[in-house]
Each structure stands twice: as structure tokens, then as C-alpha cells.
């Protein structure tokens, strides 16, 4: 089975910056479309960023102008470049398909405070 691994987190400042990886064991083909998700404390999991498997990307407004969302196939990493992080960012990052029909991985912790 696939297993996604996510790592980069930590605590950054507000207005700073931190670049997430997502590592995926085994091929993903080159074909899924690959998210960033986040689950805030009290809040649902929510998707913050989409690329597709030809490069297209999307993201929720929250977020929109500050991150970054790529992807190398050929290494099977999707990786999120976050800057102007603000403390409403702070989460759990995860990565996945989307829709999200891998097995979740464990995250990684993001917490954005002064």
C-alpha cells in the first residue's frame, strides 16, 4: 500500500515562512492529483491546496497568493512552500489524493505564534 509521509513542520513567527514535503512510498503513477490538507484544533480537516497531474494548481482563498503547492513525479514528493504565514494557519498538515482515498499519513505540525 502507498504510505505518505509528511515532514517540514515546526513554529515559525507570524510573516515567516516554512516548506513542507510529502514523501509517498511506492509509485503514485504520475496520475493522481495530489492535495495539502489541514485540520486546525476544533475544526474539520480541510483541503488548502490541489495540483494536479499535469501541474495544474488550486487553492482555498484562506490561503491563496501565500502558499505554494508543486510536485516532482519522479520522485514521488508534493511539497507546499508556505509564506506570510498567519497564526490562523496553525494546523496539522497532510497530504494526500484528492479526493483523499490514500491512507492518511501522520502529519506534520505547523504552529505559526509569536
Known amino acids: 500500500q502507498v504510505q505518505l509521509v509528511e515532514s517540514g513542520g515546526g513554529l515559525v513567527q507570524p510573516g515567516g515562512s516554512l516548506s513542507l514535503s510529502c514523501a509517498a512510498s511506492?509509485?503514485?503513477?504520475?496520475?493522481?492529483?495530489m492535495g495539502w490538507y489541514r485540520q486546525a484544533p476544533g475544526k474539520q480537516r480541510e483541503l488548502v491546496a490541489v495540483?494536479?497531474?499535469?501541474?495544474?494548481?488550486n487553492y482555498a482563498d484562506s490561503v491563496k497568493g501565500r502558499f505554494t503547492i508543486s510536485r516532482d513525479n519522479a520522485k514521488n514528493t508534493v511539497d507546499l512552500q508556505m509564506n506570510s504565514l498567519k497564526p490562523e494557519d496553525t494546523a496539522v498538515y497532510y497530504c494526500?489524493?484528492?479526493?483523499?482515498?490514500?491512507?492518511w499519513g501522520q502529519g506534520t505540525q505547523v504552529t505559526v505564534s509569536s
Open positions: 495540483i494536479t497531474s499535469g501541474g495544474s494548481t
Open positions: 494526500n489524493a484528492r479526493p483523499a482515498y490514500l491512507m
Open positions: 511506492g509509485s503514485i503513477f504520475s496520475i493522481y492529483a
